[in-house]
């Protein structure tokens, strides 16, 4: 909930600039960010950053960078993202994210579709990567390296060599709130990315109205581990926190994320549910090896945690059970908590739909979990669940201030303050999103609970049409299989066929523990064709779908053992599945499952 004493609100600092500098002003020796260098965690307070930010400015000016132009930023999430994003923006810049991760043909389309005069890398490795276009590139006045001491064509420099060592003054310049802050290229599950671009206005705007939902102080301390890319991870972990003077701690990289939990001890984190899914497969996994004591402690300590939780939230009554929570805690929730570096006051989860299973699990375990909702295209929060009342089956509700209703087909619709101002140098697709009446048309199926919470209930884009008519949305079954500790990913498909199959990714030690008890080398690739291999994952997937109706049970499926990822195409870089590409990599293997039908 907003606290007005201590948060900036948009009113006070209408541009993302004026936030910063606000901020800084107000909390000079306050905590802003902590980064992990040379070993160790080094903080790093808000004038620090602020001079540092200077220091940044001076160089871009003496680029002769003018107000409009914009600036790429291709890196991981550290300090120095943030400082090239707020010396730009001090100076009217225009910051263009892109992930690291992506295509090389959508990093070569971004940077040309925007205009970027300048592009901030993070190892001059990324560059060499981009060999193949550079000649195309020839508006990049400056490609600015944060690996010291290359050298290399004229335009390419190392940040120690382009910045004075000389102190500066910070600039923030006058701007309209309604001007435009940011292109964020959309990742895009078919086609090319599409440039979104946000005002001030639409970022402080969704800002201030996801506090009215959540409490942030300045005694917490975020771990930040989504790319700053994400617009859920920039809005919500990068903005949202500098407006209420909260600290933000950077992971060092995805496979160090478990120790950096422990070692940094946040209070608040940002994720997607592939995160959760990891970490619950896992726990289950290794709960299989355990004793049927241990076992039957873990259940109980979740199912008491999840009736507490139901009770908090008025939806349950109280029971005398609840006296033996504090007793299971100690022996079961507090130990997974304490994995979590055993602060976690609260995580939000975006970006996809999160199984039910999955949050019954960390808020039976004493994590709560909220689950939000929201596009890039509006910047993005639109929905989110309250801790006070939360849904965990649902997105939440609507944020203050934003409308929302269903349209054709059950399609959501949205209008706020937040809603982009449309694609960059594409007017046509914009007019495809957003109607006449200012409504932005989501793509995503939903229905409303009498309390005003949002399911979502499928993509119009994803719907299955199995050749008798009958209509399947996917993306729940997916959710469901994909909780199975032999699975990895998976894709339901059956599009004008008579019935569902699936493309499944095994889980790389379940396959190879399947494929030992078999008696089979897991290395060889016909170990996946293998029919007993086949029917031992077609036994967990039926396992897993068994509450769905008969026509949407998978009748043949194949198992594949390459990883969908951003470097062979086959997922975007927030590690959405590209569906289309991958029934074209597989459609060999998926006519072969429906052969004589």
């Known amino acids: 909930m907003l606290h007005e004493q201590r948060t900036i609100t948009q009113e006070q600092a209408p541009t993302l600039a004026e936030l910063f500098n606000e901020r800084c002003t107000r909390s000079p020796a306050g905590l802003a960010y902590v980064q992990h260098?040379?070993?160790?965690?080094?903080?790093?307070?808000?004038?620090?950053?602020?001079?540092?930010?200077?220091?940044?400015?001076?160089?871009?000016?003496?680029?002769?960078?003018?107000?409009?132009?914009?600036?790429?930023?291709?890196?991981?999430?550290?300090?120095?993202?943030?400082?090239?994003?707020?010396?730009?923006?001090?100076?009217?810049?225009?910051?263009?994210?892109?992930?690291?991760?992506?295509?090389?043909?959508?990093?070569?389309?971004?940077?040309?579709?925007?205009?970027?005069?300048?592009?901030?890398?993070?190892?001059?490795?990324?560059?060499?990567?981009?060999?193949?276009?550079?000649?195309?590139?020839?508006?990049?006045?400056?490609?600015?390296?944060?690996?010291?001491?290359?050298?290399?064509?004229?335009n390419l420099s190392s940040l120690d060599d382009w910045l004075d060592t000389a102190p500066a003054d910070y600039r923030c310049r006058p701007g309209s709130s309604d001007s435009l802050a940011t292109i964020v290229y959309t990742s895009g599950t078919t086609g090319r990315p599409k440039g979104v671009m946000l005002s001030h206005r639409n970022i402080l705007f969704n800002i201030q109205a996801a506090l009215q939902l959540f409490d942030l102080f300045e005694h917490d301390l975020m771990l930040s581990f989504l790319p700053l890319s994400h617009?859920?991870?920039?809005?919500?972990?990068?903005?949202?926190?500098?407006?209420?003077?909260?600290?933000?701690?950077?992971?060092?990289?995805?496979?160090?994320?478990?120790?950096?939990?422990?070692?940094?001890?946040?209070?608040?984190?940002?994720?997607?549910?592939?995160?959760?899914?990891?970490?619950?497969?896992?726990?289950?996994?290794?709960?299989?090896?355990?004793?049927?004591l241990k076992r039957r402690l873990f259940h109980a300590a979740v199912d008491l945690g999840w009736a507490h939780f139901e009770h908090r939230q008025g939806r349950a009554p109280w029971q005398p059970a609840f006296l033996v929570k504090p007793l299971l805690d100690a022996l079961v929730a507090r130990k997974v908590r304490a994995r979590l570096g055993g602060r976690m006051r609260f995580t939000v989860c975006g970006g996809a739909a999160l199984a039910p299973d999955v949050a019954r699990l960390f808020i039976g375990l004493g994590i709560p979990v909220a689950q939000g909702y929201g596009l890039t295209e509006t910047a993005p929060v639109i929905a989110?669940?309250?801790?006070?009342?939360?849904?965990?089956?649902?997105?939440?509700?609507?944020?203050?201030?934003?409308?929302?209703?269903?349209?054709?087909?059950?399609?959501?619709?949205?209008?706020?303050?937040?809603?982009?101002?449309?694609?960059?140098?594409?007017?046509?697709?914009?007019?495809?999103?957003?109607?006449?009446d200012g409504w932005l048309h989501t793509g995503d199926k939903v229905r409303l609970s009498a309390t005003g919470h949002v399911y979502i209930t499928?993509?119009?884009?994803?719907?299955?049409?199995?050749?008798?008519?009958?209509?399947?949305?996917?993306?729940?079954?997916?959710?469901?299989?994909?909780?199975?500790?032999?699975?990895?990913?998976?894709?339901?498909?059956?599009?004008?066929?008579?019935?569902?199959?699936?493309?499944?990714?095994?889980?790389?030690?379940?396959?190879?523990?399947?494929?030992?008890?078999?008696?089979?080398?897991?290395?060889?690739?016909?170990?996946?064709?293998?029919e007993n291999v086949v029917s031992i994952f077609m036994q967990h997937v039926q396992q897993r779908t068994a509450a769905f109706p008969g026509y949407a049970q998978v009748r043949q499926?194949?198992?594949?053992?390459?990883?969908?990822?951003?470097?062979?195409?086959?997922?975007?870089?927030?590690?959405?599945?590209?569906?289309?590409?991958?029934?074209?990599?597989?459609?060999?293997?998926?006519?072969?499952?429906?052969?004589?039908?």
């Not at 994320?257 to 995160?275: F, H, K």
């Not at 269903?406 to 957003?434: F, H, Q």
């Not at 894709?491 to 008890?517: Q, T």
């Open 37 to 154: 260098i040379d070993g160790e965690w080094c903080p790093f307070t808000w004038e620090q950053i602020r001079a540092e930010v200077a220091r940044w400015q001076a160089a871009m000016l003496a680029d002769g960078l003018q107000p409009g132009d914009r600036i790429a930023i291709m890196c991981g999430n550290r300090r120095e993202w943030v400082v090239c994003d707020q010396a730009a923006q001090g100076l009217g810049l225009v910051t263009v994210p892109v992930y690291t991760n992506d295509r090389n043909e959508n990093i070569d389309w971004i940077l040309r579709d925007s205009g970027a005069r300048m592009l901030m890398i993070e190892t001059c490795d990324q560059w060499d990567a981009l060999s193949d276009m550079h000649q195309r590139l020839g508006q990049l006045h400056r490609v600015l390296c944060l690996e010291p001491g290359r050298t290399g064509p004229a």
């Open 557 to 597: 499926l194949a198992v594949v053992n390459e990883p969908w990822t951003p470097d062979n195409g086959l997922a975007t870089p927030t590690l959405k599945l590209r569906r289309n590409e991958i029934i074209k990599r597989y459609q060999t293997i998926a006519d072969h499952l429906y052969a004589g039908h």
């Open 384 to 436: 989110a669940n309250p801790l006070d009342n939360n849904q965990p089956a649902s997105v939440g509700v609507p944020l203050p201030g934003i409308e929302v209703r269903i349209g054709t087909d059950d399609e959501l619709l949205t209008r706020s303050p937040s809603v982009m101002l449309g694609y960059w140098n594409d007017p046509e697709a914009t007019g495809k999103v957003i109607d006449a």
């Open 458 to 530: 499928g993509r119009l884009k994803d719907i299955i049409v199995l050749s008798n008519g009958e209509k399947v949305p996917p993306g729940d079954m997916e959710n469901a299989i994909v909780l199975d500790e032999l699975v990895d990913q998976v894709m339901v498909i059956g599009e004008g066929r008579p019935y569902l199959s699936a493309l499944v990714v095994p889980n790389p030690e379940a396959f190879e523990r399947v494929a030992r008890n078999l008696r089979l080398d897991p290395a060889n690739e016909e170990t996946c064709c293998d």
């Open 231 to 292: 617009a859920f991870e920039r809005t919500v972990g990068y903005y949202l926190p500098m407006s209420t003077g909260t600290a933000v701690a950077y992971n060092r990289s995805i496979p160090t994320l478990a120790e950096d939990l422990v070692a940094v001890q946040p209070t608040l984190m940002i994720s997607v549910p592939r995160i959760f899914e990891r970490v619950y497969a896992r726990i289950m996994d290794k709960l299989t090896g355990e004793s049927a």
